[in-house]
């Protein structure tokens, strides 16, 4: 379940109606209703959703505790956030992504490792080595390593780090993006909380203010699958 981030039952602009997040570490199923379409965010069923978290015991003698994920970032361009607000554009094989941030204290900063990552690569996704695919990514994390110096593992459940905003933008090569904001113990942020926009002229938008959110924030970004550039799979 390592890397389990993703795994819900979704609706469009909707956002996830119901989703397996990582606290009791269990395998779960997951029930809910959800649209007929899925772009009509005023439907019924959303006014007083059902959903429902059903765990599944498991025979299996496997570990229940999540640990740091290492993650592949080869080929990644990465900046360390160090100051408490800053404006930053990174370029990696063609693709730019803008940056603007600001975080409640430095101090956190200071003992916890934030990096803007960008990446427009052909290769072994990020937490896959199966076979290799085309990826854009445009993005802030927190990762750690030995020295603080570099970024090498993703921890995802002792961040204490509260941004007062995030404004991230790119323009994409592809239309399949994917775009998340996270917290603690892979909590998605709710949907109300932050907004994503996609433009053909100003490119593509993710934004958080502190509109009533002050929780850390693990992760936030665009992540782009460039399929028409994906490698001819050889088995």
């Known amino acids: ?106 101090q956190t900063l200071e003992h916890e490792s934030y990096w803007f990552m960008v990446a427009n690569r052909t290769g072994y996704g990020l937490n896959q080595k199966h076979y290799p695919i085309c990826e854009e990514v445009c ?7 030995d020295s603080h110096s570099t970024c090498h593992t993703f921890p995802i459940k002792t961040n204490e780090t509260i941004f007062e905003s ?26 109300d909380k932050w907004n994503y926009r996609n433009d053909r002229q100003i490119g593509s938008q993710v934004r958080l203010d502190n509109n009533g959110y002050n929780q850390p924030i693990i992760a936030a970004g665009l992540y782009g699958r460039c399929y028409d550039r994906d490698p001819t799979y050889k088995q």
């Open 139 to 145: 993005g802030i994390a927190r990762c750690d390593s």
């Open 1 to 106: 379940m390592i890397g389990s981030l993703g795994s819900g039952i979704y609706s469009g602009e909707n956002g996830a109606i119901v989703y397996s997040d990582i606290p009791d570490g269990k395998s779960k199923l997951l029930i809910a209703d959800i649209p007929i379409d899925s772009r009509n965010t005023k439907a019924k069923c959303l006014s007083t959703p059902f959903k429902k978290t059903i765990p599944i015991e498991s025979t299996l003698k496997v570990s229940t505790e999540y640990k740091a994920m290492d993650m592949n970032l080869e080929g990644f361009a990465l900046f360390k956030l160090s100051n408490q607000s800053d404006s930053l554009n990174v370029c990696n094989n063609g693709l730019c992504c803008q940056l603007n941030y600001s975080v409640e204290s430095k």
């Open 166 to 191: 995030i404004n991230i933008s790119a323009k994409f090569s592809t239309k399949y993006l994917y775009p998340s904001v996270t917290t603690n113990d892979l909590q998605l942020v709710p949907i």
